[in-house]
């Protein structure tokens, strides 16, 4: 295939995607407005807790594994292999899912020196009911990740959009409980459901096990340490404002952190499509394309994304309280506020998978660590005086900096004078 070939192999992926993960956002729309209508503040406090911590141990826990799998699946499909993909699949389960489970085991004391979660009853059941729905939800992302390896991009967007057609019903379900217990199970249950649903074939169809190995490389890892940093930058907000401040600020960050997410309603579509492409020959094989990428994306993206946030900027005050009904009002400057990461996120998309296709998970996971550090340390100074604006601001202007720097290093990475990347893969994915 040539390289006009791909091109429109991958904008008609990316439209596609789009599409159904533009409708998944809208699920997930739907989903927030029936629980922040539908529950008290005290038991939307309760799920935004639970959602955090459920998304710290899949992001953390099989963040890693997904992105080694998806890499080097995607990798050798463009080579022309397909050889052994169902054990592939299911070996990267299992070790996303013993990382998942030390992850939610290490939690539990955490959880209980820090008291985060400790109005809402026993932190032992919180942090079991997360974990549990981080394996479910990660079986999924797994299952998602072999259909985009082998761009069947419109499968993918699928069962993404069947998953949060789960979420949906058990959050139209939980909106008259009054129990956290029972809100944790059904929405737990429906991750469930979906992740076995989604890998059941896998293990049916891969020869019993007998293949497979829980053996972590050096590279899974990394990118698991990578993977840990990236998503305790991405949660630690809520962690923060669990512990030091009142539950309706907890619920306000939570409520602002749900609209920046439809914000960044593309970006799942996006990143998907980015990782297939750094991962095809023509990329992987070369720096001087790879180079091209980083800068011809921020020419292409800079207006359009500056027009986009802009206007959610002009549009917050309006359409916010119209959605929540004036229960959460500073959610308002505060989802203003974490726009500009919106900004910075789109902008700079490729140069993290530019890294990840050069193998330097290193260099990723050594920024990421370094601005969760400051994240923490800014917010825990900022929590009691300033609030969740406070926090915004501080967990805003990190992630600035480290877009910006991942994008440095990117364009570091690719210069003529720069070292090589890694030989290509020539085994089965996770058996090196």
Same mark, same amino acid.
């Given at each position: 295939?040539d390289?006009?070939?791909?091109?429109?192999?991958?904008?008609?992926?990316?439209?596609?995607?789009?599409?159904?993960?533009?409708?998944?956002?809208?699920?997930?729309a739907?989903?927030?407005?029936?629980?922040?209508?539908?529950?008290?503040?005290?038991?939307?406090?309760?799920v935004?807790?639970?959602f955090?911590?459920?998304?710290?141990?899949?992001?953390?826990?099989?963040g890693?594994?997904?992105?080694?799998?998806?890499?080097?699946?995607?990798?050798?499909?463009?080579?022309?292999?397909?050889?052994?993909?169902?054990?592939?699949?299911?070996?990267?389960?299992?070790?996303?899912?013993?990382?998942?489970?030390?992850f939610?085991?290490?939690?539990?004391?955490?959880?209980?020196?820090?008291?985060?979660?400790?109005?809402?009853?026993?932190?032992i059941?919180?942090?079991?009911?997360a974990?549990?729905?981080?394996?479910?939800?990660?079986?999924?992302d797994?299952?998602?990740?072999?259909?985009?390896a082998?761009?069947?991009?419109?499968?993918?967007?699928?069962l993404?959009?069947?998953?949060?057609?789960?979420?949906?019903?058990?959050?139209?379900?939980?909106?008259?409980?009054?129990?956290?217990?029972?809100?944790?199970?059904?929405?737990?249950?429906s991750?469930?459901?979906?992740?076995?649903?989604?890998?059941?074939r896998?293990?049916?169809a891969?020869?019993?096990?007998?293949h497979l190995?829980?053996?972590?490389?050096?590279?899974?890892?990394?990118?698991?340490?990578?993977?840990?940093?990236?998503?305790?930058?991405a949660?630690?907000?809520?962690l923060?404002?669990?512990v030091?401040?009142?539950?309706?600020?907890?619920?306000?960050?939570?409520?602002?952190l749900?609209?920046?997410?439809?914000?960044?309603?593309?970006?799942?579509?996006l990143?998907a499509?980015?990782?297939?492409?750094?991962?095809?020959?023509?990329?992987?094989?070369?720096?001087?394309?790879?180079?091209?990428?980083?800068?011809s994306?921020?020419?292409?993206?800079?207006?359009?994304?500056?027009?986009?946030?802009?206007?959610?900027?002009l549009?917050?005050?309006?359409?916010?309280?119209?959605?929540?009904?004036?229960?959460?009002?500073?959610?308002?400057?505060?989802?203003?506020?974490?726009?500009?990461?919106?900004?910075? #996120?789109?902008?700079?998309?490729?140069?993290?998978?530019?890294?990840?296709?050069?193998?330097?998970?290193?260099?990723?996971?050594?920024?990421?660590?370094?601005?969760?550090i400051?994240?923490?340390?800014?917010?825990?100074l900022?929590?009691?005086?300033?609030?969740?604006?406070?926090?915004?601001?501080?967990?805003s202007?990190?992630?600035? #900096?480290?877009?910006?720097?991942?994008?440095?290093?990117?364009?570091?990475?690719?210069?003529?004078?720069?070292?090589?990347?890694?030989?290509?893969?020539?085994?089965?994915p996770?058996?090196?």
């Amino acid at each position: 295939m040539d390289d006009r070939a791909i091109t429109r192999s991958f904008r008609r992926g990316f439209a596609t995607l789009l599409v159904v993960d533009l409708g998944t956002k809208a699920l997930t729309a739907a989903t927030v407005l029936v629980l922040i209508r539908g529950l008290s503040v005290a038991l939307y406090a309760y799920v935004t807790v639970l959602f955090t911590l459920a998304q710290v141990a899949a992001s953390a826990g099989g963040g890693g594994i997904l992105t080694r799998y998806l890499r080097e699946e995607s990798e050798q499909a463009s080579r022309g292999s397909a050889d052994g993909s169902e054990e592939h699949l299911l070996q990267a389960l299992l070790k996303a899912s013993l990382i998942i489970t030390g992850f939610g085991l290490c939690a539990i004391p955490v959880v209980a020196v820090f008291g985060i979660g400790s109005g809402f009853g026993s932190g032992i059941i919180l942090v079991a009911l997360a974990t549990t729905f981080a394996a479910g939800s990660n079986a999924t992302d797994l299952a998602i990740a072999r259909y985009q390896a082998r761009r069947r991009f419109s499968k993918a967007g699928l069962l993404s959009a069947l998953r949060a057609c789960a979420l949906l019903v058990a959050a139209c379900i939980v909106s008259f409980a009054q129990s956290e217990l029972v809100i944790g199970a059904w929405l737990v249950g429906s991750m469930l459901v979906v992740g076995l649903a989604s890998t059941g074939r896998v293990f049916r169809a891969s020869s019993a096990g007998r293949h497979l190995s829980v053996r972590f490389t050096r590279e899974e890892a990394w990118l698991s340490f990578f993977s840990f940093a990236a998503a305790g930058f991405a949660y630690i907000d809520i962690l923060v404002a669990s512990v030091l401040l009142n539950e309706h600020q907890v619920s306000t960050l939570g409520a602002s952190l749900r609209y920046w997410a439809l914000v960044l309603s593309a970006m799942p579509a996006l990143g998907a499509v980015l990782r297939v492409r750094t991962a095809q020959v023509d990329i992987v094989d070369s720096a001087a394309r790879q180079r091209a990428m980083v800068f011809s994306w921020i020419r292409r993206t800079f207006i359009p994304t500056t027009l986009i946030t802009g206007a959610a900027f002009l549009l917050a005050p309006s359409v916010i309280p119209a959605v929540d009904g004036g229960k959460y009002p500073e959610s308002v400057e505060t989802f203003q506020i974490f726009l500009v990461t919106a900004l910075a #996120a789109y902008i700079t998309a490729p140069a993290g998978t530019i890294l990840i296709a050069r193998r330097r998970y290193d260099l990723l996971g050594s920024v990421y660590a370094v601005g969760l550090i400051i994240n923490l340390i800014g917010d825990v100074l900022v929590a009691r005086s300033f609030g969740v604006y406070g926090i915004a601001v501080v967990s805003s202007t990190v992630y600035v #900096a480290i877009a910006l720097t991942v994008t440095a290093l990117a364009v570091r990475e690719t210069r003529p004078t720069a070292r090589r990347s890694p030989a290509r893969i020539d085994g089965p994915p996770n058996s090196r």
